[in-house]
């Protein structure tokens, strides 16, 4: 069977059809004083996304940002044509992935025409550790990083310098290695609300853990699992804060009838936003379970010390309790003034987007008769 254009309008959604044009202002020692680019987009028939102008016309405006560059302009134009709908997030958020590779190329064009090692005029223009919190100049704000750290270990890696020794004389052979470096900073984990909504809806996320007097526990959050094993790396952050072992930890999801309200999972949002919220709401149980410790342990709850999966007396710790008898005390032996059960609920909105970086480095041979070539590391 051929799919038939209905078929394909219906079925099918698309990104990547983006055209970018732009020109850095350069210092003749090699530093970036300016950038300027437009974008085209072809949106197809129509955007997929739901509310597409809260996304700051796809976060195209995210490049650039892991380089000290003063000042930037950009601009931006949507077309529609008889595509299928565009703008859809496959293997990394929309547009930002076109936002780095043009980044990229310009860089090593600049490095390039200004007869630069790329690797030195990276270097050079990357943000600098002490000039963290930083803000980019489409105005972002990147709350940390070790960028110069990062490209050296990657350098390192490689084996940077050595290769261009190794280059130079394999050139004398009638070889051709080259060597490219590319970085990226990206922004991730979809919230906040000031500046993020889906339809009026805020980008936050929400949790509920309520452990049983087994001493097991439920853990309901409102990401969904799309195969990234959420049911183990949510019972873990559990695990990581109350000591129960994640085999005893059911976690729920997918259920809009069963389970609190979420955002959903896409932006690599799912452990940055809902992970938070699920360690938030698993302190607030071990703040409860304190309280049942001390009353267990006949001490004031001043006095209780908390290591993973117990409570014990200050300076006595070999006289203690664990979190599943905390448990069993929140349905049968809890201290007058103090609710029954032993669960809680949080919602997180995250203060900004996460802003991950990374360096990329490969090494090729090129034959210079055919144009084939082939990675060498």
Not at 166 to 191: D, V, Y
Request: glycine share 10%.
């Amino acid at each position: 069977v051929i799919e038939d254009k209905t078929g394909n309008l219906i079925s099918t959604h698309y990104a990547r059809d983006i055209y970018y044009k732009g020109e850095l202002a350069l210092r003749k020692d090699g530093k970036i004083l300016g950038v300027r680019f437009h974008c085209d987009s072809d949106n197809g028939s129509s955007f997929s996304g739901a509310q597409p102008t809260k996304f700051k016309i796809g976060l195209i405006h995210s490049a650039f940002s892991a380089y000290d560059i003063p000042f930037g302009y950009m601009t931006a134009q949507g077309h529609y044509t008889n595509k299928a709908p565009g703008g859809v997030a496959y293997r990394c958020s929309f547009r930002v992935t076109e936002a780095m590779f043009f980044q990229e190329r310009a860089i090593q064009a600049a490095a390039y025409d200004l007869g630069m090692d790329q690797a030195a005029f990276r270097r050079l223009n990357l943000v600098k550790d002490h000039q963290f919190p930083f803000r980019t100049p489409y105005g972002f704000l990147l709350d940390s990083g070790q960028y110069e750290k990062c490209l050296d270990v990657g350098l390192d890696a490689i084996g940077y310098d050595e290769f261009l020794r190794e280059k130079e004389a394999a050139r004398a052979q009638g070889r051709r290695l080259g060597i490219g470096i590319s970085t990226m900073t990206e922004p991730l984990g979809a919230g906040n609300s000031r500046e993020y909504d889906i339809l009026g809806i805020k980008m936050f996320d929400a949790a509920e853990l309520r452990v049983h007097p087994s001493g097991k526990a439920i853990l309901k959050i409102g990401a969904q699992t799309q195969g990234q094993g959420h049911e183990t790396t949510f019972a873990q952050i559990v695990t990581h804060e109350l000591g129960i072992p994640a085999a005893d930890i059911l976690v729920q999801h997918g259920d809009t009838d069963n389970t609190p309200f979420g955002m959903g999972t896409y932006a690599s949002r799912s452990t940055p936003v809902a992970g938070a919220a699920t360690a938030m709401v698993a302190r607030k149980v071990r703040a409860k379970a304190r309280k049942l410790a001390a009353h267990l342990l006949e001490v004031s709850e001043e006095d209780i010390e908390w290591e993973l999966g117990r409570f014990y007396v200050r300076g006595a710790p070999n006289n203690g309790v664990s979190i599943q008898e905390c448990a069993m005390a929140a349905y049968g032996n809890m201290p007058d003034g103090l609710e029954p059960g032993l669960e809680n609920n949080a919602y997180y909105d995250p203060p900004n987007m996460t802003w991950p970086f990374a360096a990329y480095i490969v090494t090729v041979e090129v034959d210079p008769e055919t144009g084939v070539w082939d990675v060498l590391r």
